[in-house]
């Protein structure tokens, strides 16, 4: 595979459900970022990590909590989310952002 | 003043117009620029970057940017239906970031 690829694209969970997304990039990059994105709003950038260290937290509640075990993956694990969470989720990887960004597919995330 | 202002739109043109599409930034020490198309549902694609004053084309887009004025623009020539989506510019500023900082995005339309 190439790219950056995320796992599930769309998830439906309960708000007493713990469920995680996966993603994974093939790009050789060094950092990579959580966004969140709802409906008609810009995106918001969760996480940040470069070379496996968290370097940016913007203020994300605790139900949010980001793993990243190597370079190639990050994780974002959910539990007890509300149903403002339900958005659009993306991660996106990069060598240096001075390049640019490259996004996976997204997960579409539902909060019942 | 956000970093990265878009106008939200709908900006619409006929098929087979111009469409020109502006952003502004706060950040004068900005180093590179890029424009990313986001279709409904669908995660945000790099279609064009730019990093020096003047204008970049490739194919039917055109990106111009004017660091003395802060503005970054696309030009879509001979747009097309399929061109329809929302434009994202985003920036790499001078501090030591590590990020990029997105715009809200501007929705286009293209009319057959």
């Known amino acids: 595979e190439t790219g950056v690829t995320q796992t599930p694209r769309h998830l439906v969970m309960g708000m007493t459900n713990k469920k995680s997304l996966k993603c994974e990039q093939h790009?050789?990059?060094?950092?990579m970022y959580w966004y969140k994105q709802s409906a008609k709003k810009p995106l918001e950038l969760m996480f940040v990590?470069?070379?496996?260290?968290?370097?940016e937290n913007n203020s994300v509640p605790s139900r949010f909590s980001p793993e990243c075990p190597n370079s190639s993956h990050l994780f974002l694990h959910l539990h007890t989310l509300q149903p403002e969470d339900s958005a659009l989720y993306l991660c996106?990887?990069?060598?240096?952002?001075?390049?640019?960004?490259?996004f996976g597919s997204g997960t579409r995330l539902t909060v019942v | 003043q956000k970093e990265v202002e878009q106008n939200s739109g709908p900006l619409s043109v006929p098929e087979g117009a111009i469409a020109s599409l502006n952003c502004t930034y706060s950040?004068?020490?900005?180093?590179?620029f890029f424009w990313y198309r986001q279709y409904s549902g669908k995660s945000p694609e790099l279609i064009m970057f730019?990093?020096?004053?003047g204008d970049k084309e490739d194919g039917r887009f055109t990106a111009q940017l004017n660091k003395a004025s802060q503005y970054v623009s696309l030009l879509i020539r001979d747009s097309q239906p399929s061109d329809s989506a929302t434009y994202l510019c985003?920036?790499?500023?001078?501090?030591?970031?590590?990020?990029?900082?997105f715009g809200q995005g501007t929705t286009l339309q293209v009319k057959p």
């Open positions: 996106a990887s990069s060598q240096t952002a001075l390049r640019g960004y490259t």
């Open positions: 790009l050789g990059h060094n950092a």
């Open positions: 990590y470069s070379l496996e260290e968290r370097v």
């Open positions: 950040d004068r020490g900005s180093q590179s």
């Open positions: 730019i990093y020096s004053n």
């Open positions: 985003a920036v790499f500023g001078s501090g030591n970031t590590g990020k990029l900082i």
